[in-house]
């Protein structure tokens, strides 16, 4: 069995569903990606069973099709041995890669088996082409880049790189960076890192500017982006280095996944094709008919603020139709921007979304009171509703109309997919020689796969009286391959004589070489494949002992945070600026205390940006804390002998991953802040403890995102070129639906994170940890003024040194008792 090789341009399909899956294949999808049962990124979607894998790749690979297995999450200590499982499986199964996010994963996957492919994940906020060589040694088959990534840069990446990339081209857009959203865990303990995100951002919130509420009118969806399509871009995209394009939607219908690969396929096709390619407007609505929060380039075009979300809505209208003219007594008059027909469904929006609103099915169209049949492409119309689907009353002159759905389309789009028929054929060749008293011996080449079968005759040939077997003849018998996946492209035939066989035994070799060809078309793949005897770490567990000389580190986002830690008993400092140019005060105060100090990366690392991360070895500091895979290699290629600290957002959740760092020349690291406390004390049994750093104070950090909401509402402009920069003169708050404002913070590269208005506190859970000798403890501040600065860390002082319990730390600060995202359970002996 050859393995199916990448297509030099990829088209990949979401799968949720079997349906989607045959949608997918129907209409030209070069590869599909679906989950296992939980252990993805889309756990709501019905996924498939592991039992199911053969089945599914037989299917995928009789198409010619590729089957990617999404296992796009972090894995917890007690699941590894849960996962080396499923990964086993699909290697036995032939699957055609894993998307993974977790580098532990990774890890694991490298020692079960030296070939078999890995794809980078979103979720591993890759952004810079020093991220991809960070990954080289793990040989990845394609990564994924964040969505952030604009064309220009794309270019740079693909330019420097011989590994391909991934986009996504079309879908729903998180506006956070994959990876680095806590928002579901900290408001609802539901990790968006482990699959269950509850669209955070697709919530209302109040704008808070320098303490008062901005008035917004109907602008409550201040983090709701709209949806990407970027089918106008598939030229560019594939100029800039891409070759995967990805369709988000696994939790879309089938219906959705027809429409959109088909139209994918064409855009990507009529480029290879040497045409120019626009898609129409019919092309758009109808994308827009199957999902859409309203389209965008996303960042793919550049920064443009203003485009990337509507802000009045989080859900998905349809085709706008128009507003509402006027309200007649058993219809309502519209001047219509977009076909319409009887049967439509539409929703009336009066702006006020998170409201019950006025929607139904079209019952008629009239002109004038004339009943009009057929469908109406513009121009003034009455819509008559359903007469038990809309309440004419709630209805007002000037709501938007929106078309939710067209029933001839879904069902135009179904019948692609719906009725099992040879969706694609594929080209054979097919050889046939012989001679009087030998068998007739025939060579088929599937041209796809490269496949080739020799089929015999089981009888011998014999000289012809009439009707000798001609080229002809031939031709028209092993060619009658209807009802199969096959067509007869090309035939030669060398029989040195005139020559006769049945009929029968013609179609004989022919159903046999058909069966054979797609056996060996769906037969697995044989991947290499190591035995491994345990997948936790294999150290040698030292008797940990108690911590003595536990150090407590101060992580100050001021220069008076800064001063005011350096003035007490604090071991270490950590300055997390947002802008990165007074990092040199900050080192110069901690040395006038004889402090030592470490200087925190952004978060992203994207093209351009290593100025940044020279500045901060410029500025001469004790230690650096790495936020990214990109700053990790670029101070290894620098030769930095500087201590590298790994901190929560390189979302190291196993054992194997904080191997992985410490072979990658990590000091130590800080864990994801997705393990409960549970899971930390699970992880913290096979690792070295003298290398782990604990937050134990901190206001976690929920959304990061390339989105400035200061750009986009206290701005006329569209990015930091022409802002007027707002975010230096006010400070922007986002208040929730229950009244908790969270502070909006911008970093040097304009990116915005959004931090839980509440600190929290793992302060309950010190004891426990200075038992599992960890040494190493993290305060970090937000807004605090000095004072409060010195108190937060004389209390955590206390609680380390065993002369305050952890209980009343957090009961005196008024915090949150929780440590990470979720508290989970411990118990203490």
């Known amino acids: 069995m050859n393995r199916i090789k990448r297509n030099t341009i990829e088209l990949l399909a979401p799968a949720g569903n079997w349906d989607c899956i045959r949608a997918a294949v129907a209409n030209g999808a070069d590869a599909v990606y679906f989950g296992i049962e939980n252990y993805n990124a889309r756990v ?60 532990g994963l990774v890890k694991m996957i490298r020692d079960i088996s030296p070939d078999f492919p890995i794809h980078g994940s979103t979720q591993m906020t890759v952004t810079s082409s020093e991220a991809v060589e960070f990954l080289k040694p793990y040989n990845l088959e394609v990564i994924v880049l964040g969505r952030e990534n604009n064309l220009k840069q794309i270019r740079m990446i693909a330019d420097q790189t011989d590994v391909p990339l991934e986009v996504f081209v079309h879908g729903a857009l998180c506006v956070s960076y994959s990876g680095q959203c806590l928002t579901s865990e900290m408001l609802g303990g539901r990790s968006a890192n482990r699959g269950e995100c509850a669209q955070a951002c697709r919530l209302p919130y109040d704008l808070i500017v320098d303490g008062e509420v901005k008035e917004m009118g109907n602008l409550a969806y201040v983090l709701s982006p709209k949806d990407l399509a970027a089918l106008e871009l598939i030229p560019e995209l ?64 550049g920064t443009n603020h203003k485009q990337l979300l509507d802000g009045t809505f989080p859900k998905s209208r349809g085709v706008y139709l128009g507003t509402v003219k006027k309200v ?36 008629d169209l009239r002109k004038k009171g004339k009943k009009i049949d057929g469908e109406v492409k513009q121009g003034l119309v009455e819509i008559v509703p359903g007469r038990h689907d ?11 109309i929106w078309k939710t759905s067209d029933q001839e389309l879904e069902k135009r789009l179904r019948k692609t997919f719906e009725t099992e028929k040879a969706f694609r054929l594929f080209p054979l060749g097919v050889s046939v020689t012989g001679s009087v008293g030998e068998p007739l011996k025939t060579v088929w080449h ?25 080229k002809e003849y031939l031709e028209e018998q092993l060619g009658r391959l209807g009802g199969t996946i096959f067509e007869l492209s090309q035939i030669e035939v060398d029989l040195k004589e005139d020559v006769i066989i049945p009929v029968k035994e013609l179609n004989r070799i022919r159903r046999e070489a058909v ?40 992580l100050c986002r001021s220069l008076e945070q800064i001063e005011a830690s350096c003035q007490t008993d604090v071991d270490f400092i950590y300055a997390d600026f947002e802008f990165t140019t007074d990092y040199p005060k900050a080192v110069q105060i901690a040395r006038a205390y004889q402090k ?25 500091p004790d230690a650096i804390l790495v936020r990214n895979l990109g700053a990790i290699y670029y101070y290894q290629q620098q030769n930095v002998t500087l201590p590298l600290i790994g901190d929560f957002s390189l979302n190291i959740a196993n054992s194997k991953a904080v191997d992985l760092f410490l072979e990658r020349g990590l000091s130590r690291i800080t864990p994801s802040y997705d393990l409960n406390i549970q899971q930390m004390f699970d992880l913290l049994e096979h690792v070295p403890e003298e290398k782990i750093e604990i937050v134990i104070h901190q206001h976690l950090p929920m959304f990061h995102t390339e989105h400035c909401v200061y750009c986009t509402f206290l701005s006329e402009g569209t990015d930091f070129t022409n802002c007027g920069r707002p975010c230096e003169k006010h400070r922007i708050s986002l208040q929730d639906r229950i009244g908790m404002i969270h502070p909006v913070r911008v970093d040097i590269g304009c990116r915005n994170t959004v931090y839980n208005a509440i600190e929290q506190s793992g302060a309950e859970y010190i004891a426990n940890f200075l038992n599992a000798g960890i040494s190493h403890y993290r305060i970090e501040f937000l807004e605090e003024d000095a004072k409060k600065v010195q108190e937060v860390i004389q209390l955590y002082r206390e609680a380390l040194e065993g002369k305050r319990t952890g ?22 002996k």
């Open 238 to 301: 594939i100029e800039s280095g891409v070759t995967t394009f990805k369709i988000e939607g696994r939790l879309k219908s089938p219906e959705y996944v027809a429409n959109v690969v088909s139209k994918y396929r064409k855009a990507i096709d009529e480029y290879l094709a040497g045409r120019n390619y626009k898609p129409s407007k019919e092309e758009i609505r109808e994308l827009q008919q199957s999902f859409s929060r309203g389209f965008t380039f996303g960042f793919l075009k």
């Open 596 to 620: 030592p100090i470490a200087l925190a990366t952004p978060r992203i690392h994207m093209p351009g940006e290593n100025g940044i991360l020279h500045g901060i070895i410029k500025a001469s």
């Open 446 to 470: 599937d041209e796809v796969t490269n496949n080739y079968v020799t089929i015999e005759s089981t009888v011998n040939l014999e000289k012809a009286i009439k009707r000798p077997l001609t």
């Open 44 to 103: 709501r979607a019905e996924n498939f069973h592991i039992d199911e894998l053969p089945e599914i790749m037989a299917y995928l690979h009789k198409y010619h099709v590729q089957g990617y297995v999404t296992l796009n999450i972090l894995i917890f200590e007690k699941e590894m041995n849960e996962a080396s499982k499923i990964v086993e499986a699909c290697i036995d199964a032939g699957v055609d890669g894993l998307i993974v996010q977790d580098m």
């Open 807 to 828: 209980t009343s730390v957090w009961k005196t600060l008024k915090a949150t008792n929780q440590l990470g995202v979720t508290r989970g359970q411990l118990i203490k």
């Open 390 to 400: 809309i309440n004419l009353t709630k209805v007002h002159v000037g709501d938007k």
């Open 515 to 554: 069966d054979k060809l797609l056996l060996l078309r769906q037969t697995p793949y044989r991947y290499q494949k190591n035995q491994v005897e345990t997948i936790n770490s294999t150290r040698k567990q030292s008797k940990k002992e108690q911590s003595l000389y536990p150090s407590l580190i101060s």
């Open 328 to 363: 007649l007594k058993d219809a309502v008059l519209c001047e219509i921007e977009a076909p319409l027909k009887r049967g439509d469904g539409i929703v009336f929006d009066a702006g006020r979304p998170e409201e019950k609103e006025e929607g139904g099915r079209v019952y």
